[in-house]
């Protein structure tokens, strides 16, 4: 069964042809990055007007790299949300389209649900397992029994991982995106910063709001005496505790899961001091661990795809009626 995927819920336009949910034909994916780096940040009325100007284009470029016309393709799936309501609404309307005049089933597919799923192009998953989902707008932890089954056990109370990291980057003078920078120099640098461990509870929740307002105060401060900022080893510090943190509640909530699967999924899977850190403490406790390819880590359709395909398995089907929805729980 052939799925295409569409994903337009920031700043990439992306499609991709997903075979079976576990195979990928062709991926196209359209960044605006160096558009809105001008800006030093996402502007969502630019991101959705770009999406306009690539959506067409796009889907002739996926279809031709996979030698394949729309009467190849069994279904259509699309994130309906969350995102920007304008970006997505471009990828929507695209697919509600070719949904009705080539009379093929329409998918809607959550984001989240998406980057989860790209794990399953890399191996296929196996259950029960739990979901580390970390990106610019989402920090959760996910406890999936079978395939399509969703139930978040934790969540950020504030701000996501990603976007304390571009928040943190902004503070250090670092471009944008800052993310990928941050990581980058803290595995130059050294822990030398004293800074706080985010919501260090019970729980499984997470909070970066805090941890980001102290590398502010701590910046402010250290200018206001005089002294220099060691980039490198403010990057180090910080990257350190939000690392620590997420291992931290991902092995407990493991162990209290009875689980011995573990995925990590979005933008900041990408990120190598996390990876390192998952990597050492799933050995010590015998736990599986997939990580996607860094291709797979960002925004793209063929996510889209592989999870259209368990949702059209489950009966998870829409009509025109489909709209986008900015802010929507993962269930």
Do not use: W
Request: overall charge negative; some cysteine.
């Amino acid at each position: 069964m052939y799925i295409l995927g569409i994903e337009s819920s920031c700043d990439e336009t992306s499609m991709s042809i997903i075979k079976d949910g576990t195979e990928e034909i062709a991926t196209v994916v359209l960044s605006q990055m160096d558009t809105h780096a001008y800006y030093g940040g996402v502007v969502p009325e630019i991101a959705s007007r770009m999406h306009v100007e690539n959506i067409t284009i796009v889907l002739e470029e996926v279809l031709n790299k996979a030698n394949m016309t729309m009467d190849d393709i069994d279904a259509i799936g699309v994130t309906f949300g969350p995102g920007l309501i304008g970006s997505l609404l471009i990828g929507l309307m695209c697919a509600k389209t070719l949904s009705f005049v080539f009379d093929k089933p329409l998918i809607p597919v959550h984001h989240i649900a998406g980057h989860i799923y790209a794990n399953n192009l890399v191996k296929r998953l196996e259950f029960p397992l739990m979901a580390l989902v970390v990106s610019g707008g989402h920090t959760e932890l996910v406890y999936m029994k079978e395939d399509y089954s969703f139930e978040v056990i934790g969540s950020t109370l504030d701000d996501a991982v990603g976007e304390a990291y571009d928040k943190v980057a902004r503070v250090a003078g670092l471009p944008y995106p800052g993310g990928p920078l941050v990581d980058k120099l803290a595995l130059e640098g050294k822990d030398t910063y004293k800074l706080p461990l985010p919501l260090d509870d019970d729980s499984f929740n997470f909070s970066f709001s805090g941890l980001k307002s102290a590398v502010i105060n701590l910046v402010h401060n250290e200018k206001q005496r005089g002294n220099d900022i060691i980039k490198e080893n403010l990057c180090c510090s910080f990257q350190n505790r939000v690392v620590e943190i997420l291992s931290k509640k991902t092995i407990r909530a493991l162990k209290k899961y009875d689980v011995h699967n573990l995925i990590v999924a979005g933008g900041v899977a990408a990120n190598k001091g996390l990876r390192n850190k998952l990597e050492d403490e799933c050995e010590k406790n015998d736990i599986n661990l997939i990580i996607p390819e860094i291709k797979y880590c960002t925004d793209n359709g063929a996510m889209i795809g592989a999870a259209g395909y368990y949702a059209y398995e489950k009966g998870n089907l829409a009509d025109l009626n489909l709209n986008a929805k900015a802010t929507v729980p993962l269930k």
